[in-house]
């Protein structure tokens, strides 16, 4: 069954050294979408100048690079090896200058340096020098991370993804509540109200009282629900469908048809 997301776009954002944790960041975001992205009605888009950008002319690259990628992303990622980068005419290094413009727009980066072993004659000298003093400007600023390999790389940053996620994207998601979560599954909802919804959803959403010579019935996903000929099944399913409609997860669109809300969708979607 389909269903509607909201796509937030995430930068990567690394110096030229950085390579095994470019593609763990590409692996753990799909991950996190193949599990969360149903349920929280969100996809996750990693982007990087690598994949996303084109030829262009007139400006300095880095500029090219944020016109293009950078200024419509929701959330940078950030990680650092042994190199700053280098300087682009505004800011020390590109990367730099990514998290400084992301930054300055109000949106959340996540920051890491890595302390993965390296040999010391491979290293250039300025460039660490320059990394470690931008890394103590980081402390000083905020909250950055750390890591010794790729493994703990991707247990850390898929944990703390989904916290990122809970509390700087969400809430831009349509249906999500003041405090950026899904709505809870509505207190004391019946087994037979949670299977009607959910049989609504799998379908068309539309939950339909029909009726025949026989009697009153309701029907939800091809499914009759109660036998016509019965009374008191029917005035027990009308009951659960009343539960549904004060519960705000069904609307009446026309005499005897009620269509899923967008509370209705989020509800069957969690259950």
Same mark, same amino acid.
């Given at each position: 069954?389909?269903?509607?997301?909201?796509?937030?776009?995430?930068?990567?954002?690394?110096?030229?050294?950085?390579?095994?944790?470019?593609?763990?960041?590409?692996?753990?975001?799909?991950?996190?979408?193949?599990?969360?992205?149903?349920?929280?009605?969100?996809?996750?888009?990693?982007?990087?100048?690598?994949?996303?950008?084109?030829?262009?002319m007139?400006?300095?690259?880095?500029?090219?690079?944020?016109?293009?990628?950078?200024?419509?992303?929701?959330?940078?990622?950030?990680?650092?090896? &042994? *190199?700053?980068?280098t300087?682009? +005419?505004?800011?020390?290094? %590109?990367?730099?200058?990514?998290?400084? =413009?992301?930054? !300055?727009?109000?949106?959340?980066?996540?920051?890491?340096?890595?302390?993965?072993?390296?040999?010391?004659?491979?290293?250039?000298?300025?460039?660490?020098?320059?990394?470690?003093?931008?890394?103590?400007?980081?402390?000083?600023?905020?909250?950055i991370?750390?890591?010794?390999?790729?493994?703990?790389?991707?247990?850390?940053?898929t944990?703390?993804?989904?916290?990122?996620?809970?509390?700087?994207?969400?809430?831009?998601?349509?249906?999500?509540?003041?405090?950026?979560?899904?709505?809870?599954?509505?207190?004391?909802?019946?087994?037979?109200?949670?299977g009607?919804?959910?049989?609504?959803?799998?379908?068309?959403?539309?939950?339909i009282i &029909? *009726?025949?010579?026989?009697?009153? +019935?309701?029907?939800a996903? %091809?499914?009759?629900?109660?036998?016509? =000929?019965?009374? !008191?099944?029917?005035?027990?399913?009308?009951?659960?469908?009343?539960?549904?409609?004060?519960?705000?997860?069904v609307?009446?669109?026309?005499?005897?048809?009620?269509?899923?809300?967008?509370?209705?969708?989020?509800?069957?979607?969690?259950?």
């Amino acid at each position: 069954m389909s269903y509607g997301v909201t796509v937030f776009d995430v930068m990567i954002a690394t110096p030229s050294d950085v390579h095994a944790e470019r593609a763990v960041i590409r692996e753990v975001i799909h991950e996190w979408n193949a599990v969360h992205s149903k349920p929280m009605h969100m996809v996750l888009m990693p982007v990087g100048w690598d994949t996303h950008s084109a030829p262009a002319m007139g400006e300095r690259p880095q500029g090219i690079i944020n016109r293009q990628i950078l200024r419509d992303c929701d959330l940078l990622v950030a990680v650092f090896w &042994t *190199r700053l980068g280098t300087e682009t +005419g505004t800011a020390p290094s %590109g990367t730099v200058e990514e998290i400084q =413009e992301h930054l !300055r727009a109000g949106k959340p980066a996540m920051l890491y340096f890595s302390n993965t072993p390296v040999k010391p004659d491979s290293v250039d000298s300025g460039q660490y020098e320059a990394l470690c003093a931008f890394k103590q400007e980081c402390k000083s600023k905020g909250l950055i991370d750390e890591f010794s390999s790729a493994e703990e790389f991707r247990n850390k940053f898929t944990r703390q993804l989904q916290a990122v996620v809970r509390e700087s994207l969400q809430p831009h998601v349509p249906g999500t509540t003041a405090n950026g979560r899904q709505p809870r599954l509505p207190s004391g909802l019946s087994e037979d109200a949670l299977g009607l919804l959910v049989h609504a959803a799998d379908s068309d959403g539309v939950i339909i009282i &029909t *009726r025949t010579r026989k009697g009153k +019935g309701i029907q939800a996903g %091809g499914k009759n629900h109660c036998r016509e =000929e019965s009374q !008191r099944e029917y005035a027990r399913w009308e009951s659960v469908l009343r539960e549904l409609v004060e519960a705000g997860l069904v609307d009446s669109k026309e005499n005897d048809i009620f269509q899923l809300t967008n509370r209705g969708y989020q509800v069957a979607d969690r259950s």
